[in-house]
């Protein structure tokens, strides 16, 4: 399972891996789910915290959407957490505090990563610059990793490129921001989408398999659809296919 | 020298810990005295490492002037740095191979922390954010603190900003990016001006000495010239003063 390839040539131009976050770094449906459990045993609502977790999630892609059209102007995740929290709880006939409202918009903060994230991440890092290149802003990326241990050296948020993935400036800007071209800059994913519009934008690609951020019965993103420049099981097993597992910095 | 005093209450509110970088954190001019002598080890110029540095740095405060005045569009340090050594090499007369000149361009990258910045820092962080906030960009920040093993949760660079200090929007967009009011971050310089900016912008104060950042015949920010919430004579002892010397976290 994680037996070193060779390296191909797409690789080889690589000095920065940035990453995915929610899915690909974090387990946000068993953070968000716990969270709202801890919501339901206080205040006696929700009743169904996985489906509470999967409706609030269900809201992220639309509320980024009207900021991608330009029918509203950037707003961070932050912010969108929180609306489409109150939407949820409205959805769901259930009323909470405001520290609970807050309390619960928080939670994205304090994800748990998934097993081999860590210690993925450190093997990377020994050779490569490593970040996230995520959705989610910069305050909240940066509270989610060192309540979390991630170990980036940087942090991108979509706050600093004020473009939400897959809009081709938020790979672009932070190819700039690392004085990096876009074929130096590799993003890993466990989304398709993302990754061919990182390709698009000329980065190198990596698909790390999620096969539960969705829960037990996801149905997409279960395989790599095109032919990535790597494809991993987990980012051990990234590290070990990047030549990171036991080298030297680059 | 190190005994820990109460907390102000100027202190109390404070979350993140931003630093100054060039002076404060690292030690510019021994670093890039250090990389133009080597340039002469080879080239045979320029002869005085020493008055070079000097001259090179002595074009970074009118270079982000004109920045700041809005003469020319944001440009990077990176760049800045490169048009200023071009500038400097006529000016002394020396002639460099363009490889040649983008070594030294980058030994920006790789300047020597001061002994206790790496030692500080890891205290800090214990208990509070902690990162750059510097007229560097995210590229030359991500650099040094690679190269040098400087523990940033987050950097925060003028290219994010695109604001050079001492600027308010460079210290308050810092602020915004953290989600923090402007009270909840404390700016540590070792330059009164740069805090005094900090403070006038809302921010808590650090003052650190750095008493031979400009060489053994410095004149200038030997001591703090206000009462800055803290006054420190190093990272370590900033730390103890903040309570990061043996805390749990914040």
Redesign the interface.
């Known amino acids: 399972m994680t037996s070193t390839r060779p390296a191909r040539d797409a690789v080889s131009a690589v000095w920065a891996v940035l990453f995915d976050t929610f899915g690909t770094v974090v387990d946000w449906r068993s953070g968000i789910t716990a969270a709202v459990r801890r919501t339901a045993a206080v205040h006696g609502v929700p009743r169904d915290a996985e489906a509470f977790a999967d409706a609030w999630r269900a809201k992220y892609e639309p509320s980024m959407d009207r900021v991608r059209k330009g029918l509203r102007q950037f707003t ?1 995740l ?1 912010r969108l957490h929180r609306e489409n929290l109150t939407a949820t709880l409205a959805d769901f006939g259930v009323n909470l505090p405001d520290p609970e409202i807050e309390r619960l918009t928080h939670a994205w903060e304090q994800l748990p990563p998934w097993p081999d994230s860590v210690a993925g991440l450190t093997m990377l890092r020994r050779r490569y ?1 490593v970040g996230p290149l995520s959705n989610g ?4 990326l ?2 989610m ?2 309540h979390t241990g991630l170990p980036w ?3 991108i ?1 979509a ?2 490129t004020r473009r939400y993935k897959p809009q081709p400036e938020a790979y672009l800007h932070a190819a700039t ?4 071209e876009p074929e130096q800059v590799m993003l890993a994913a466990a989304h398709n989408h993302d990754l061919a519009a990182a390709r698009q934008a000329g980065f190198a690609t990596a698909f790390v398999l999620r096969s539960t951020e969705f829960g037990p019965s996801q149905s997409g993103d279960l395989q790599a659809e095109s032919d990535w420049d790597v494809i991993a099981t987990d980012f051990v097993d990234l590290a070990e296919r990047l030549g990171a597992a036991d080298s030297s910095p680059h």
Chains 1, 2 share one sequence.
């Open positions: 961070t932050t610059i802003n910069v305050a909240l940066t509270r990793a060192k050296d940087v942090i948020g706050d600093v921001l690392l004085e990096l």
